[in-house]
């Protein structure tokens, strides 16, 4: 019976996932998975149901579409933002959710797309971006490719201002991502400041006026093209706080706080898949899998395990790789994780404690 139960809830449409008492997901159906991962959190509906042992049950669904014509006035909608119409592209909900909080504050309109298509379609049916946020590796279509696509495109909508953002740090990426037709390039995690500085230089520079030569001045510190400095030794912290405090100086206690916690989710998710394809010897999959973990891990302060990661990537990335390295590199990334996760959600809560109203 409990077989049967299984099989169902992976089939079901519904994203249906449980947790235990330590907020640590126990199962998530393929739906669930797919939903958390692809869909901006605004367009799900939750459901959550907690269980007699501290468990909870979640079980997610996409908001109900709107008409064609509709969606076409809501999506048009987005240019009426009082400083500008910012698309952030980026496969990772929580990275999407980090640079939205930043955006919003400074008064930005958004909206995001979770692949380089969707980001197409959005710009044929006319959203008209003053910026765009573009992740240097997405699936479906990546972000360097989307940028040559936009390019090409008719009228004013190719002269589209794009900074690429990219967790890669054992290659130039800067040079290749402005050979693709980039404005700029920042690494992840983002600096709150440096990105503000960056984006309205461009955007100014788009309009026409004149630039703000301090703007400049503070970019032109680290926009030098180069290769990136390689990494420390993975004696760091596994959780490095300063990160955890600017972000949340930046996004604010809500903001951080959720996408924390979107974060964990995410990751839970991304560890299963890499262990399942470590167990098919799937190491493409895995690549992909702990790129997209090096770059969310650092913007969450995972010091640690961001490195790691960063490791695992040069050993793909080399020309002729030791399998065997590869396979420890990356089972080491699965055995880590969980740790650094746990760090991060304890930090979560005693900045939920400290902040919480005292009686």
Request: with cysteine; hydrophobic share 40%; proline share 4%.
């Given at each position: 019976?409990?077989?049967?139960?299984?099989?169902?809830?992976?089939?079901?449409?519904?994203?249906?996932?449980?947790?235990?008492?330590?907020?640590?997901?126990?199962?998530?159906?393929?739906?669930?998975?797919?939903?958390?991962?692809?869909?901006?959190?605004?367009?799900?509906?939750?459901?959550?149901?907690?269980?007699?042992?501290?468990?909870?049950?979640?079980?997610?669904?996409?908001?109900?579409?709107?008409?064609?014509?509709?969606?076409?006035?809501?999506?048009?909608?987005?240019?009426d933002a009082k400083i500008g119409t910012i698309i952030i592209a980026d496969d990772s909900e929580s990275n999407r959710m980090v640079?939205?909080?930043?955006?919003?504050?400074?008064?930005?309109?958004?909206?995001?797309?979770?692949?380089?298509?969707?980001?197409?379609?959005?710009l044929k049916r006319g959203v008209n971006a003053d910026l765009i946020l573009m992740d240097v590796e997405m699936p479906d279509m990546d972000g360097l490719h989307t940028t040559r696509r936009i390019r090409h495109m008719s009228g004013p909508v190719a002269r589209t201002p794009i900074i690429a953002l990219s967790a890669h740090q054992s290659r130039d990426w800067n040079v290749i991502a402005r050979q693709s037709g980039v404005d700029d390039f920042i690494n992840k995690p983002i600096q709150r400041q440096k990105l503000i500085d960056t984006m309205q230089e461009l955007i100014t520079r788009r309009s026409g006026t004149n630039v703000d030569p301090n703007a400049a001045q503070k970019r032109s510190k680290g926009a030098r093209i180069g290769r990136p400095p390689r990494p420390e030794s993975l004696t760091s912290p596994v959780l490095d706080v300063r990160i955890l405090e600017q972000l949340y100086t930046d996004a604010g206690d809500?903001?951080?706080?959720?996408?924390?916690?979107?974060?964990?989710?995410?990751?839970?998710?991304?560890?299963?898949?890499?262990?399942?394809?470590?167990?098919?010897?799937?190491?493409?999959?895995?690549?992909?899998?702990?790129?997209?973990?090096?770059?969310?891990?650092?913007?969450?302060?995972?010091?640690?395990?961001?490195?790691?990661?960063?490791?695992?990537?040069?050993?793909?990335?080399?020309?002729?790789?030791?399998?065997?390295?590869?396979?420890?590199?990356?089972?080491?990334?699965?055995?880590?994780?969980?740790?650094?996760?746990?760090?991060?959600?304890?930090?979560?809560?005693?900045?939920?404690?400290?902040?919480?109203?005292?009686?």
């Amino acid at each position: 019976m409990e077989t049967k139960i299984i099989e169902s809830l992976n089939q079901a449409q519904a994203g249906i996932a449980l947790f235990d008492a330590e907020e640590r997901i126990v199962f998530a159906n393929p739906a669930w998975e797919q939903l958390i991962s692809g869909v901006a959190e605004e367009d799900l509906i939750f459901n959550e149901t907690e269980l007699a042992d501290g468990g909870m049950i979640s079980v997610c669904f996409v908001k109900p579409q709107v008409p064609q014509s509709e969606r076409l006035d809501l999506a048009s909608s987005a240019n009426d933002a009082k400083i500008g119409t910012i698309i952030i592209a980026d496969d990772s909900e929580s990275n999407r959710m980090v640079a939205r909080r930043i955006l919003q504050a400074e008064g930005y309109g958004i909206v995001e797309a979770s692949n380089g298509q969707t980001v197409l379609n959005m710009l044929k049916r006319g959203v008209n971006a003053d910026l765009i946020l573009m992740d240097v590796e997405m699936p479906d279509m990546d972000g360097l490719h989307t940028t040559r696509r936009i390019r090409h495109m008719s009228g004013p909508v190719a002269r589209t201002p794009i900074i690429a953002l990219s967790a890669h740090q054992s290659r130039d990426w800067n040079v290749i991502a402005r050979q693709s037709g980039v404005d700029d390039f920042i690494n992840k995690p983002i600096q709150r400041q440096k990105l503000i500085d960056t984006m309205q230089e461009l955007i100014t520079r788009r309009s026409g006026t004149n630039v703000d030569p301090n703007a400049a001045q503070k970019r032109s510190k680290g926009a030098r093209i180069g290769r990136p400095p390689r990494p420390e030794s993975l004696t760091s912290p596994v959780l490095d706080v300063r990160i955890l405090e600017q972000l949340y100086t930046d996004a604010g206690d809500e903001g951080a706080g959720c996408g924390i916690e979107i974060f964990i989710n995410e990751t839970e998710s991304r560890l299963v898949k890499i262990d399942k394809a470590l167990s098919e010897d799937d190491m493409t999959t895995v690549r992909n899998e702990v790129h997209a973990l090096k770059s969310t891990s650092g913007t969450f302060g995972l010091r640690q395990l961001s490195e790691l990661c960063e490791t695992t990537q040069s050993e793909f990335e080399d020309n002729d790789p030791d399998e065997n390295r590869l396979l420890s590199l990356s089972r080491q990334v699965v055995q880590l994780a969980p740790t650094a996760l746990t760090a991060l959600n304890l930090y979560r809560r005693s900045r939920n404690i400290s902040s919480a109203p005292h009686v």
